[in-house]
Nanobody
């Protein structure tokens, strides 16, 4: 079965950096676009960014543009979210997601990971 497992979350001070990883199994990784979402307490899940199957195209939400970078290593079946200049408002559970379509991954992806907590202190 398809499994997406996030790791790398934790506590960081404002202005700091974290790198999240998402390891995928049970699918042909290079055939899937991969996305990142987050959900803060009391808020709806929101889109963070997406990367296409080959890794040569990305798209980000305005809130994180210029600070976050998505990359992937298809040989390792892993997608990454590099987060720089973190702010307290970035505090959330971060989820990775997968779908065959670049646009579909941004809206209603087929597969989800379990999430990893990111907490940014002021």
């Amino acid at each position: 079965q398809v499994q997406l497992v996030e790791s790398g979350g934790g506590l960081v001070q404002a202005g700091g950096s974290l790198r999240l990883s998402c390891a995928a199994s049970g699918l042909t990784f290079s055939s899937y676009a991969m996305g990142w979402f987050r959900q803060a307490p009391g808020k709806e899940r929101e889109f963070v960014g997406v990367i296409n199957r080959s890794g040569d195209s990305t798209y980000y939400a305005d809130r994180v543009k210029g600070r976050f970078t998505i990359s992937r290593d298809n040989a390792k079946n892993t997608v990454y979210l590099q987060m720089n200049s973190l702010k307290p408002e970035d505090t959330a559970v971060y989820y990775c997601a997968a779908d065959l379509g670049f646009v579909a991954t941004q809206r209603r992806p087929a597969y989800w990971g379990q999430g990893t907590q990111v907490t940014v202190s002021s």
